[in-house]
């Protein structure tokens, strides 16, 4: 277990990230495989922490962007099969056989350059993307698709073990594009499953496994909603069944002073007290990820809401206190105090962005502390390298 050294810290609940594994499965029924979607450090939850709980609780599949986020799991001893979602080199064909880590492809000349370039004997696994009009990446018409297959059904290191599409409008409650994108999919899969026996065929993102449970064929790649997060605000009232939050962040006061009328706070001198003042300075600023925008935010101390005063600097800021604190005292930026909340989702409000962005923002430097079984179980300082 790393030590860390400030007192600013992530909690995550990992007994959260169970349950809505759990719930997950449940929805969509144990015959569909749950692939977790563990990408940029399981959206800054702990990448590997994130996945041994998820198959714990039945996912079976793993997902990154990346083939360095692949190997970042297999070095931490995670043996489940991972899917790399994004664009691989070519040039690391053997080292994604030699970790058995799947990738996507989504270009014919991509493959051909594959089939010629590497010659190694152990099979690499493919899914075969499709753009269905989230535009981003994936074959698009039925040649190119046609043409991928063949090439890989020629290749004898090659395997085609999944086919999937992603959807752009989802979370929306307003369907029309995610029914077109349901019928393109549908259109380039009837060309090729009575040609192809293709094992893994998926369309579900969080918000489509949840709304659409039984369009989802034989697997998932969940992300939001197994970290206790909503897809969209619109999807709040629709959910259909509780999601538990798992991230919270905290820190404690590092110094606590009275301030007279007419006093300034911070870079620029932006914030004057316009009464007698308990100010006191919090050690988390925008190189944490608290970023400059959230001045004026309201966070927690002594169960008690508290604005941020004056501008955020980078490794701190101000709060103006409800009363005197002692140095010391509790202060919690995202999650609970006294049956008060503040979610991810108010950071997400406050900064006009999604729920999905805050805890990516957390930075390495805040160390990540692992809740199981109403214990902790690990703690993780990214600054050290011996972890
Ligand atoms: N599949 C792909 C291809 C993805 O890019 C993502 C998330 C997921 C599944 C999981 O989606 P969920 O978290 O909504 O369940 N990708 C991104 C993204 O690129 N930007 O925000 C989320």
């Not at 277990?1 to 144990?30: G, K, P």
């Not at 959206?43 to 599949?61: M, R």
């Not at 019928?183 to 998926?202: A, D, G």
């Not at 999905?356 to 703690?379: A, H, K, L």
Request: hydrophobic content about 40%; proline content about 4%; charged content about 20%.
């Amino acid at each position: 277990m790393s030590s860390f050294h400030r007192d600013t810290w992530v909690e995550v609940d990992l007994d959260c990230i169970y349950e809505n594994v759990q719930a997950i499965q449940e929805h969509v029924t144990q015959d569909v495989t749950v692939i977790a979607v563990v990408k940029a450090n399981a959206y800054g939850h702990g990448d590997a922490q994130v996945a041994n709980v998820a198959l714990e609780a039945g996912a079976k599949y793993l997902a990154v962007s990346f083939l360095d986020e692949a190997m970042s799991l297999r070095q931490q001893g995670i043996t489940a099969p991972i899917l790399v979602l994004g664009a691989s080199r070519v040039s690391d064909l053997p080292l994604a056989a030699k970790e058995d880590i799947t990738l996507t492809v989504f270009q014919k000349e991509w493959v051909e350059e594959a089939t010629s370039a590497y010659q190694g004997s152990k099979e690499v696994k493919l899914h075969l993307k499709l753009d269905t009009g989230m535009g981003r990446i994936g074959a698009r018409s039925k040649e190119e698709v046609a043409q991928i297959l063949e090439l890989i059904e020629k290749a004898s290191n090659l395997q085609t073990e999944g086919i999937y599409t992603h959807f752009a409008t989802a979370d929306e409650l307003q369907s029309d594009y995610v029914e077109r994108q349901f019928e393109r999919f549908h259109t380039l899969l009837n060309q090729i499953t009575n040609k192809y026996r293709i094992p893994m065929i998926h369309c579900g993102n969080s918000a489509t496994t949840l709304r659409f449970p039984k369009r989802i064929f034989n697997a998932v790649r969940v992300g939001i909603a197994m970290y206790g997060l909503t897809p969209s605000p619109e999807m709040e009232p629709e959910l259909p069944f509780p999601l538990k939050e798992a991230f919270s962040l905290h820190t404690k006061l590092v110094h606590v002073k009275r301030l007279s009328i007419g006093e300034s706070v911070s870079y620029g001198a932006t914030y004057t007290t316009k009464e007698e003042e308990w100010i006191g300075t919090v050690p988390v600023g925008y190189a944490d990820g608290w970023i400059r925008k959230l001045q004026g935010m309201n966070i927690l101390v002594d169960g008690k809401l508290a604005p941020i005063v004056g501008r955020i600097c980078m490794d701190q800021f101000m709060i103006k206190l409800p009363h005197e604190l002692p140095i010391g005292t509790k202060v919690t930026l995202i999650g609970e105090q006294d049956g008060k909340k503040i979610s991810s989702n108010d950071v997400a409000a406050k900064l006009d962005t999604i729920n999905y962005e805050v805890p990516c923002m957390i930075s390495y430097r805040v160390p990540r502390m692992f809740w199981r079984n109403g214990s902790i179980m690990e703690v993780r300082n990214y600054l050290q390298t011996n972890h």
